[in-house]
Antibody
Framework: EVYLVESGGDLVQPGGSLRLSCAAS????????MAWVRQAPGKGLEWVAN????????YYVDSVRGRFTISRDNAKNSLYLHMHSLRPEDTAVYYC????????????????WGQGTLVTVSS | EIVLTQSPGTLSLSPGERATFSCWAS???????LAWYHQVPGQAPRLLIR???TRATGVPGRFSGSGSGTDFTLTISRLEPEDLGLYYC??????????FGQGTKLEFK
């Protein structure tokens, strides 16, 4: 069974930094794109970033580009989100998700999600 | 940049009724790029439909997706109590970011 378990969420002051982690199990981690999706309190879902299988390709939503860095350690079956220069508007539950992005078969979706970790940016 | 608009904002129905959720794209998109998710408040989203019309593994047959171009629909033929919550469409493709619609809330009368 696929499991994704996020950790690292915390209360942090504006301008601060935080690193989120996602531990994956139950599937061959190196075979999949992975993503971070966030949800501000009472709001909808926002795709934040993703990374390809070997970490050579990374993409970000404009609002976090230059402040957030996505990375992965395939030896540890782990995904990370390094967040810097945090703003109050970054307050959200951050979900780790497994993505299927197959341009040949034209299959695109996020099929497994973790339960999320809460990041609160406030003074 | 493509925008996804979902309607209605809230759907108030009774168990056993039919539910229809709409998702409009601001420009024509490849239907293979369109996914639907269900989220119970306080829980993670769950994939329902991929490629506009293919049910994800384990999703009951009462869920169906359709549409093409700019107009997409998620239908639940007969509502069950566990279907409460929020429903989101998402647009994938060859170029991120992969945007979501703003969501439709399903509540029971």
């Amino acid at each position: 069974e696929v499991y994704l378990v996020e950790s690292g969420g915390d209360l942090v002051q504006p301008g601060g930094s935080l690193r989120l982690s996602c531990a994956a199990s139950g599937f061959t981690f190196i075979n999949y794109w992975m993503a971070w999706v966030r949800q501000a309190p009472g709001k909808g879902l926002e795709w934040v970033a993703n990374i390809n299988q070997d970490g050579s390709a990374k993409y970000y939503v404009d609002s976090v580009r230059g402040r957030f860095t996505i990375s992965r350690d395939n030896a540890k079956n782990s995904l990370y989100l390094h967040m810097h220069s945090l703003r109050p508007e970054d307050t959200a539950v951050y979900y780790c998700a497994r993505e299927v992005l197959n341009h040949i078969l034209e299959d695109y979706y996020a099929d497994f999600w973790g339960q999320g970790t809460l990041v609160t940016v406030s003074s | 940049e493509i925008v996804l608009t979902q309607s209605p904002g809230t759907l108030s129905l009774s168990p056993g009724e039919r539910a229809t959720f709409s998702c409009w794209a601001s420009q024509s998109v490849n239907s293979n790029y369109l996914a639907w998710y269900h989220q119970v408040p306080g829980q993670a989203p769950r994939l329902l439909i991929r490629g506009a019309s293919t049910r994800a593994t384990g999703v009951p047959g009462r869920f169906s997706g359709s549409g093409s171009g700019t107009d997409f629909t998620l239908t639940i033929s007969r509502l069950e109590p566990e279907d409460l919550g929020l429903y989101y469409c998402q647009l994938y493709g060859r170029s991120p970011p992969y945007i979501f619609g703003q969501g439709t809330k399903l509540e029971f009368k």
